[in-house]
């Protein structure tokens, strides 16, 4: 009770100063001081939340219900590709898909975000697309409504208005994602196009977005994303996902037609996420900049970022995906886990994966998260309700089930997981992932239904969907000596050199 006690006047002292994005609740507290900050600045916060909002639902669309969702898409339909018609050479779009929910509520996360894609500058090259929604408080400083979803460009006067008709829309729904690809495609069609989503994220079972003006239970799925995309008939140069665990095989292998590339995370994400000055800023001078060199500094700036920032950051990890690889990433994947299906079986992997340096204790680095996550875990034999870990998600690092399971079919998938990541880097704390993990829904029903419906509506096999279930009932009792295998491994990991077939774009 002492500790306990301990812990909770501690907490009340650091509250106002640590918030993760995917990876812990909000107390209030976060949203607090962030608002009591707002009102010391040139803005009168007090004006700034309108109690007679309406916050209903849009009716632009009429929208199907969730539990009678079917796929829109075909996926062994085949698509063909093509520069949009009116695009000029050298043009890029980049979509943003800004759902801020509690992010921006509790902490102005979504707000900042923009300010920083603001400081790159403007370039008439680059048309840079937001869509605000799913939000119940959005700061008062850029003006984004919360009443209502609007969609924004960046131009030479800093952020321009450009649809303010469209409603409280749904960031969970198929149609949402669709309507605002087509938009883009049809008022600003590019040569290259570039889609980001901005939200929480819960790998291939949950999804991408929590709207706040939504049940908790609905997300944008895996699957749902895709069939927006091909309902457009559109190919996009890379899909960058600012959210937590979205760095997963399945995924991966969904947008493989979607995209030639995909940036992802596969931990959970600082409420730092991205940052995005830099990179727009070379987007902007030289729009053909290849996908490697830009995704470089993206990757790059966010390890730094949350290196340097002992307050807001946290352990971080982020890497470039070749689409094109992952086909043969999926095959060297089945044979493997066909192959050791017992070995897999016999242990949870996701939740050791969590013991070589991801559980509760503070990291080697000081920083306020990770002595509230600390904290709020309480004593060691309890678990916290507060605190989200790798495993609760089934997160299971690829390359180390490689290293560890010896097979014949090791090698295969070392080699394979290799060839699909082109550039990876992590915080010196969060070494003991690889860039792209596996869902194995060990002992949770829940996930694997969630899991699995994803799975058959973006054309996976049934053989495997019903290979997993068999970890739903695992008996998990061995457990296995790690070692400081994530270090050593690291340490030959090194940079990727660039493919020969990556270079400059040619418009």
């Keep these: 009770m002492k500790k306990y006690c301990l812990n909770i006047i501690t907490l009340i002292i650091i509250g106002s100063v640590s918030l993760s994005g995917c990876s812990a609740a909000f107390f209030g507290l976060p949203g607090l001081f962030y608002e009591t900050a707002e009102s010391l600045s040139e803005m009168d916060l007090s004006e700034s ?57 509790e902490a102005g996360c979504a ?46 006067d800093g952020l321009e208005l450009i649809r303010d008709n469209l409603g409280q829309l749904d960031c969970t729904r198929e149609e949402t994602l669709r309507e605002f690809i087509e938009f883009g495609t049809k008022e600003y069609p590019a040569a290259r196009n570039i889609l980001l989503f901005w939200d929480h994220g819960g790998g291939p079972a949950y999804g991408f977005g929590w709207d706040e003006f939504q049940p908790e239970y609905e997300f944008l799925g895996i699957d749902k994303i895709v069939g927006a995309i091909k309902q457009n008939n559109m190919h996009f140069d890379f899909i960058g996902m600012d959210c937590c665990i979205m760095s ?34 070379a987007l902007y001078k030289e729009p053909s900049i290849s996908t490697y060199e830009l995704s470089e500094i993206i990757i790059d700036d966010m390890i730094r970022t949350n290196e340097e920032d002992h307050l807001k950051g946290d ?15 999926w095959k060297a994947w089945l044979d493997f886990a066909y192959d050791n299906q017992d070995a897999l079986l016999s242990t ?30 309480g004593d060691d034999d309890e678990e916290s309700e507060y605190y989200d870990y790798l495993y609760d998600y089934c997160v299971t690092d690829l390359m180390g089930l490689a290293q560890i399971i010896d097979s014949d079919t090791s090698q295969a998938l070392i080699d394979a997981v290799k060839n699909v990541l082109l550039y990876v880097n992590a915080t ?44 739903c009932s695992a008996e998990t009792g061995e457990r296995y000596n790690w070692g400081s295998w994530g270090d050593d491994f690291w340490g030959d990991w090194g940079n990727f050199e660039m493919p020969d077939y990556m270079g400059e774009w040619d418009f």
């Excluded at 309108?50 to 929208?63: A, F, K, R």
């Excluded at 700061?139 to 609007?150: T, Y």
């Excluded at 352990?315 to 990433?329: F, G, N, Q, Y």
């Excluded at 204790?361 to 306020?368: C, I, T, V, Y």
């Design 49 to 105: 939340i309108d109690l007679e909002y309406d916050y209903s639902q849009s009716d632009i669309w009429s929208w199907p219900d969730t539990d009678d969702y079917t796929p829109t898409f075909d996926p062994d339909e085949e698509y063909t590709y093509e520069t949009p018609e009116g695009a000029i050479d050298g043009s890029v779009t980049v979509f943003v898909y800004m759902n801020g929910s509690t992010l921006e509520t």
């Design 111 to 156: 707000t900042r975000d923009i300010k920083e894609m603001l400081e790159a500058g403007y370039s008439e090259n680059v048309n840079v697309l937001i869509q605000t929604m799913g939000t119940k408080y959005w700061s008062k400083s850029l003006g984004i409504a919360s009443d209502r979803s609007q969609t924004y460009i960046i131009g030479e």
């Design 248 to 281: 997963c095989l399945e995924i991966a292998y969904a947008l493989r037609d979607c995209c030639d590339y995909s940036v992802l995370s596969e931990d959970f994400e600082s409420e730092l996420g991205w940052y995005y000055t830099d990179w727009m800023s």
């Design 315 to 329: 352990r971080s990890i982020l890497a470039l995906i070749d689409e094109s690889r992952v086909d043969d990433l």
């Design 348 to 377: 949870n992997f996701s939740q050791e994966m969590e013991g070589t340096g991801k559980g509760r204790d503070l990291s080697k680095r000081f920083k306020a998260g990770a002595l509230l996550n600390y904290l709020l875990a």
């Design 428 to 471: 010196e704390d969060d070494q003991s992932l690889t860039g792209i993990s596996v869902t194995l829904p060990y002992g949770d029903y829940d996930l694997y239904g969630d899991l699995k419906r994803m799975l058959k509506n973006c054309g996976f096999g049934s053989d495997y969907i019903e290979w997993l279930k068999g970890f």
